[in-house]
């Protein structure tokens, strides 16, 4: 297919099939989208290969071959558009995921894309993002059947974004038809008051969201880029961790990254 030269094109990582090993989709196929560019630098980050979009991009040839072929970078719309037809096999998968680095960070292309991968595949559009960037949100929300936010805790990973979470939420809570849960990732390092600040500030807005409290999983030497690793909490942390935000917000569950046991991608 010839691309014409205004079609809009992203800049991605891959295009695969896989098990979704975290939030409220863990243990469901996904068709995962995995778009190049973050502008965070988590201290935790499992994906910093992401942060800069490469000159080319990787396609699984069949869903769950883990056979790639290799395509160039930017991506012009129908030709993503063909790549999923070819993932999307028959009673297959649940949904498609928008990963990243930060899907958001594309939202203009989302927008175009988005309601011509739905009305192409059917399937429900899972959104999973560092939860910052409430403005390129309210673009795309009209699309999104489900959204994974992340609330970033400056202990843990150096980024700090109590406002923007904040808005975020509020935005996502304000449609009703959307599914929303909050991913927090915690390490020894976790100061309990920024888990009390953020439980609050979510009961704020609606004290049924469900957050997921994730260990993190720590990265192993050769992509550490802290001085010190982070580790993941220990279990008399966890415990306390939980009990502590549930007087605040319920559902409040503890999940590790499944897909890593699974050696998922
Ligand atoms: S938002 Fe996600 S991709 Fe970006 S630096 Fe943080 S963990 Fe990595």
């Given at each position: 297919?010839?691309?014409?030269?205004?079609?809009?094109?992203?800049?991605?990582?891959?295009?695969?099939?896989?098990?979704?090993?975290?939030?409220?989709?863990?243990?469901?196929?996904?068709?995962?989208?995995?778009?190049a560019l973050c502008d965070?630098?988590?201290?935790?980050?499992?994906?910093?290969?992401?942060?800069?979009?490469?000159t080319t991009?990787?396609?699984?040839?069949?869903?769950?071959s883990r056979e790639f072929e290799i395509h160039s970078?930017?991506?012009?719309?129908?030709?993503?558009?063909?790549?999923?037809?070819?993932?999307?096999l028959p009673l297959l998968h649940d949904s498609i995921s928008l990963t990243g680095g930060e899907p958001l960070l594309h939202a203009p292309f989302l927008d175009e894309f988005l309601p011509q991968v739905r009305s192409l595949t059917g399937l429900p559009i899972y959104l999973e993002t560092g939860g910052h960037r409430p403005e390129q949100l309210a673009m795309i929300l009209p699309y999104l059947d489900s959204v994974g936010m992340d609330w970033k805790l400056p202990s843990v990973s150096g980024e700090t974004y109590w406002q923007e979470h904040t808005k975020f939420l509020q935005l996502c809570h304000n449609n009703p038809s959307l599914d929303v849960f909050v991913k927090i990732i915690i390490?020894?390092?976790?100061?309990?008051?920024?888990?009390?600040?953020?439980?609050?500030?979510i009961a704020d807005i609606n004290p049924k969201v469900p957050v997921f409290l994730?260990?993190?999983?720590?990265?192993?030497?050769?992509?550490?880029?802290?001085?010190?690793?982070?580790?993941?909490p220990n279990?008399?942390?966890?415990?306390?961790?939980?009990?502590?935000?549930?007087?605040f917000v319920p559902h409040v569950r503890v999940v590790p990254q499944t897909h890593k046991m699974l050696n998922q991608l």
């Open positions: 297919m010839t691309a014409n030269t205004t079609e809009p094109t992203a800049r991605l990582i891959e295009v695969f099939s896989a098990i979704q090993g975290e939030g409220l989709n863990v243990g469901t196929r996904q068709i995962f989208i995995r778009f965070l630098r988590c201290n935790f980050c499992d994906s910093s290969h992401t942060w800069n979009a490469p991009c990787k396609v699984e040839r069949s869903p769950g970078n930017p991506v012009p719309l129908t030709i993503l558009l063909d790549w999923i037809k070819r993932q999307n390490s020894q390092n976790t100061n309990p008051d920024e888990l009390q600040k953020t439980a609050l500030l994730q260990p993190v999983t720590p990265l192993p030497a050769s992509e550490q880029f802290t001085a010190k690793p982070l580790l993941a279990p008399d942390q966890v415990l306390m961790w939980q009990a502590l935000m549930k007087k």
